[in-house]
Nanobody, 130 residues
């Protein structure tokens, strides 16, 4: 069956870096856009990024733009989220998700998340201390 396994979370101090991984199995990785989302304590789920399978272009949310970089290794069916200059406000459980790319979902995925996401990973916790 389809699985998305998020990993790489941990505890870091403000200004530090982490790289999250999302290993996909059971699906054709090239057919799916990969989104990253997060949910902080007491807050609603927030979109972080979305990378299109077609050309690898990525949309970033305003809150992380300039500090994070999404990438992927198609041969390994794995997506990555490199996070730098982390802030306490980045503390959250981070989820990766896959959206079938019949048409590019990334322009709308941050606002139509539930309508576009086909599969969710289990999440990995990122804690940033000041």
């Amino acid at each position: 069956e389809v699985q998305l396994q998020a990993s790489g979370g941990g505890s870091v101090q403000a200004g530090g870096s982490l790289r999250l991984s999302c290993a996909a199995s059971g699906l054709n990785f090239d057919d799916y856009a990969i989104g990253w989302f997060r949910q902080a304590p007491g807050k609603e789920r927030e979109g972080v990024s979305c990378t299109s399978a077609a050309d690898g272009s990525t949309f970033y949310s305003d809150s992380v733009r300039g500090r994070v970089t999404a990438s992927s290794d198609n041969a390994k069916s794995t997506a990555y989220l490199q996070m730098n200059s982390l802030e306490p406000e980045d503390t959250a459980v981070y989820y990766c998700a896959a959206a079938f790319e019949d048409a590019d979902p990334c322009p709308l995925i941050l606002v139509q998340t539930d309508q576009l996401i086909d599969y969710w990973g289990q999440g990995t916790l990122v804690t940033v201390s000041s």
